[in-house]
């Protein structure tokens, strides 16, 4: 299994806000690189909710790059690569406004999503949020930490890629009975 595992935080409820980025590479189903960057948000406006959710505050981000700055050291995690991430919709969304945001061509890549799969694959669970999941796994992590959601992502799709015995991603997701997403 090779795939790149991902994360975003968000400073307010706007998608093009992200401020906080984890990436988590997977070859041979282990993880071979992990990275994570706090990202300098367009506006500066950090909702007291969101806040509230991962801690991140406008201090902590004061000095960081924005998101096209940072894009020059990132994309390559995310050309021509499988991008894994749960509940994709919010993770891949922050992706799309923010490339708008900056008049960023999108990359070429394919994504999945380990809510979905865990929903096919365990399909009496009464939740498939990311805490509920890591606690049928026994793993345990500091929850809306970028880095560290990406980590648990990453282990959910290797998990369940070793339970059907397959070797990539692309029949892990075939196997549920999922599509690839696209950009």
Known sequence: MEFTAIDFETANGRRDSACAIGIVVVRNSEIVETCYHLIRPPDMYFSPFN???????????LDKPNFYELWIEIKHYFENRILIAH?????????????????????????????????????????????????????????????????????????????????SCSELVQGLGLNFGHL
């Open 51 to 61: 806040i509230s959710i991962h801690g991140i505050r406008p201090q902590d981000v």
């Open 87 to 167: 509940n994709a919709s919010f993770d891949m969304s922050v992706l799309r406004y923010t490339l708008d945001r900056y008049g960023i061509n999108y990359p070429p890549l394919r994504y999945s999503c380990t809510m979905r799969m865990a929903s096919r694959h365990w399909p009496y669970q009464p939740s498939y949020r990311l805490t509920s999941v890591a606690e049928l796994l026994g793993i345990t992590f500091q929850h809306h930490h970028a880095l560290e959601d990406a980590q648990v992502c990453a282990q959910i799709a290797a998990s369940i890629a070793r339970n059907r015995e397959v070797a």
